[in-house]
């Protein structure tokens, strides 16, 4: 067969396969006679060394042939079903399943476990955890590769002697240790990052060790287990002939939210991100090919990120007819369509083709697509996870107007178990984006788009609420050092509340009832300790005693405002920097945004909370609180911005109630995180088990420092306020 007129890199090709294998690439020539493939660029199959499962099945399964269906459709051509720590007769079963099944090809398999170190387990059992054990490995047909902890005793011995392709993960070995296991024969390191240590400039651990050795890295480049930065760390340091994407997707991948079993546990799926019932990141939902997408949207040229899931993961497994598109190679190509959609796939020289409704391809792309045809702003193109905030679901998509163009969009579901009456938000945000287009007129402002029934959301059901607003081009930051920008963060949200002040804050409904009222959250969290349903309280003693002793200096602002001593504002309600857009060339800003929790409140809740971000030496969840205080150059340059811009506005007693504002909802913040840490993380998104422990840490260590630099701080609001 002759595959005509096929765009490969870069130019118009024929590639001829015959008996399952590449047999010639040649300009393309109307000599030839074939199948014409005109519009359609090719590349090669993509190759997973590290997946669980898809559509419901697992590799734990011993069952094959409908995750090979699935695989093949999104591109995957060949991998290896990865096991997981489990009893040896699981694991013996699995290796004596069927895997001459139709779709993508079996190379063998990869077994995660039970050679593991139980600190780094993540999402593995820790039941079966053992040492490693060379007879049993060896009874074990087909294992090509394995992941282990060379920390483990007998390591070294097995490594050397096992005969399979070793990987070092799940895993707390040190620095010397890697590197003893790489001249032993290690030559890779599993879902890098991910359930081992990370990089301590004294404590250089797995990943230099592996830099300094050259060999492999896995990573999962499916936007949540690691940050965009980390992804294109690790390619800048060991480029696409080292670096290896997977998926390490597991049961889920390809179906929707719910409760699965995984590594015989229970894993709770929510808007795609698996975790298990303590929190841990428990694999991914996304196939091969998303995460190649994924990787290419953070910055990875895409033949790069193509090439890190085909000829490098081939190389590192030793399958050298795999993940490319050469003479004599193995005829698996992904052929993709002008949008870099797969539009064919073919797997050892013939096209994949299935009958398989059941389970289209990919279903994050697919709810995508179908969720953008409710909204009258284009056809779905493509998008990316946004990772940022930590309540709803939000997504970067690009759409394709009737004109042709494409443009970007943010579209977001809405997470109804916080937010109770999403109809009652987007009528919120009607209101109030009219009234700031209106006041901002010349600069960008959000913009919310119409579903087909004239409606600023889409409601598919009761639960499950979505929203299409416009893309607005600029910088957020998370942590910031430039005092300018500071400066300029607090002119933005105290220009905000003047632009609100006039605003009739009777159309609005609480959108979160008692949001900021601190004494209603001092007393949820008292009860959920009394309660401690998960057996948690005991670890948090020390907080909650904290908490106790300093409830009356948090309630200070929220008493005030009920004996009338304070004014009730229009405000923002969530004032993290991040919430300001700035311009990427001029460095003024553009834009807040995230007005999911305008509303009436305390000036000096929006001026605190900001504070409370911004101002601190450390990010909102530092697990090492020595490095938590609060910056008082910093603080300063953003109450110059803020007070400078409300001064005119604000009462004496406000001024007055900054500072304790910001102390105030610190510990609010911190009684939050408590509170959801008690019972059992349904509220906040967390990454990992315990994190929102560490965040009411990270709280109460700069409501600590900032009780102690009190004076200073009133002295400063002061020294601003009577300047304004
Ligand atoms: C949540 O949506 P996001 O991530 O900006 C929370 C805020 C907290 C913040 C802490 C509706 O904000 O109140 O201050 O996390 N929003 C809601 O990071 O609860
Ligand atoms: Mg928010």
Known sequence: MI???LLFEGRLTDITVENGKIAAIAPASDHNVGEDCTGLSVIPGLVDMHAHGCVGKDTMDGEFAEMCTFLAKNGTTSWLPTTMTQSYEAIKKVTEGNTKVPGTQILGFHMEGPYINAKKKGAQNGKFIRNPDLAEFRSLPGMRVVTIAPELEGSMEFIRECGAVVCIGHTDADYDTCIEAIEAGANCLTHTFNAMPGIHHREPGPIPAALEKNIYVQAITDGLHLHPAIVMMLYKMFGADRMVIISDSMRATGLGDGIYEFGGQDIEVKDGVARTMDGAIAGSTSTLWRCVKQAASFGVPFDDAVKMATRTPADMIGAPNKGRIEVGADADLILLDKDNEIA???????????DDAAHPADTEAETLRRICTQFSAGEYVSHRVITQGNINATYAVDLKAADGSVKPYILQK?????????????????YVTAHLRKKAAGKP?????????????????ASTVWRLENYIDGVGYDLCDSLDILRKAGAAFGEFQNQLAD???SLLTETIPGFHD?????????AAEAADECGRAAEAEAELQFIHTHAELACGPVDALAEGRLPLRVTHNDTKINNVLFDRETGDPLCVIDLDTVMPGLAAYDFGDAVRFAASTAAEDEPDTARIALDLQKFRAFSEG?????GGSLTEAEIGSMVQGAIAITIELASRFLADYLTGDKYFKVNYEGHNLVRTRAQLALAKDMITKRVEMEQIVRGIAENA
């Open 503 to 505: 605003f009739d804050a």
């Open 3 to 5: 595959l005509k007129n």
């Open 518 to 526: 601190t004494r209603k959250r001092l007393q949820t969290l008292f």
């Open 445 to 461: 402002a959000l913009e919310f788009y119409p579903a087909a029934d004239g409606k600023n959301y889409y409601m598919e059901d």
């Open 414 to 430: 809405i997470n109804t178990y916080v937010f109770r009456d999403p109809v009652g938000i987007m009528a919120n945000i009607g």
């Open 344 to 354: 064919r796939v073919m797997i050892a020289g013939s096209f994949f083709e299935s």
């Open 642 to 646: 803020f007070i400078g811009k409300t």
